[in-house]
């Protein structure tokens, strides 16, 4: 197939085009910047600049991949705020241009998004076919994402919505939340009983792979491990697995004082389900918190 991707060059895209090239597949990575590879089946293709015309340059495209946004992990400003959506919304409006002018329409998109659509909570458990929510700002933003990806599913195109659990990875959150223990320092963040909705980058790929490939899969699908965790346990297997104490506990507040708005993303959580992978039948290479952590934190 030829798989068009944004975001390819960021963590999991990097992940991502190595399994769609391993498979025989050619993938065109869209950049803002032009770019050259020495990458078997890899073509860059330029976006969003100047004088770029990718509808001219990109061959009948099979799926579209799109994954491009700024990344959240940065102090929530007004300013941030306001990029971190409309990054989002004007790549997913350049997609659809892109794929109103080519004369062949893509089979399928798969659309990224994030468990975040759901709301935060400590008692329930969300799975695809659960309500969402927009009472903060990563639901919102989640919300705005698909609301526009929906119109590029009323092309008559079968669509994805990927909703990203806390991705693990040599990049992403897993550093941050991995260097107090390298410190001596680790401990129970908050009150350590919101659940983490987690996936290994490797997991993540392969599944966003499965789905491209699998014509009966459509609408949202979660892209999280089948056993997420609370913060507290998360932590201890971040220790378990170092052989680092667990014993300095983070109050709320400060990290609330430190990060700001960001804190969010640390303090609150929700428990997400990959009901739509494990009915279509997807095998999870790490769906256990310690063999992925294991597997990722070894070297």
């Keep these: 197939m030829n798989i068009a991707m944004t975001g390819g060059t960021g963590f999991l895209g990097r992940h991502l085009t190595d399994v769609f090239t391993r498979r025989g597949h050619h993938v065109y ?14 073509t860059y293709v330029q976006w969003l600049a100047e004088n770029a015309a990718p509808e001219r340059e990109l061959p009948p495209i099979d799926v579209w991949v799109n994954l491009a946004g700024k990344s959240i992990f940065d102090r929530w400003t007004d300013t941030t705020k306001e990029q971190i959506i409309s990054s989002r919304i004007e790549a997913t409006r350049e997609v659809r241009r892109i794929m109103k002018q080519q004369p062949k329409k893509p089979r399928a998109l798969i659309q990224a998004s994030a468990v975040g659509i759901y709301g ?41 919505y990927a909703r990203f659990g806390v991705m693990l990875g040599e990049k992403g959150a897993l550093p941050l939340m991995v260097l107090p223990y390298k410190l001596l320092a680790g401990g129970t963040i908050g009150s350590g009983r919101q659940w983490l909705s987690w996936v290994h980058v490797d997991d993540a790929a392969e599944l ?92």
């Design 208 to 299: 966003i792979a499965f789905a491209a490939e699998h014509d009966d899969l459509s609408g949202p699908m979660n892209v999280t491990s089948p056993n997420p965790v609370e913060m507290k346990q998360f932590g201890k297997t971040i220790a378990g697995v170092l052989h680092r104490p667990h014993w300095i506990p983070v109050p709320e507040l400060f990290l609330e004082k430190a990060l700001g708005e960001m804190s969010l993303l640390i303090v609150k959580g929700q428990r997400a389900l990959p009901k739509q992978a494990l009915t279509s039948g997807f095998q999870f290479t790490y769906g256990e918190l310690d063999f992925a952590l294991k597997d990722l934190l070894s070297a």
């Design 29 to 42: 990575i869209l950049s803002r910047k032009q770019r050259e590879t020495e990458q078997k089946n890899v």
């Design 120 to 160: 935060t909570s400590t008692e329930k458990t969300f799975t695809e076919q659960s309500d969402t929510s927009n009472e903060d700002f990563l639901s919102h933003t989640a919300h705005m994402w698909e609301r526009e990806g929906q119109k590029i599913e009323a092309l008559g195109i079968r669509t994805v």
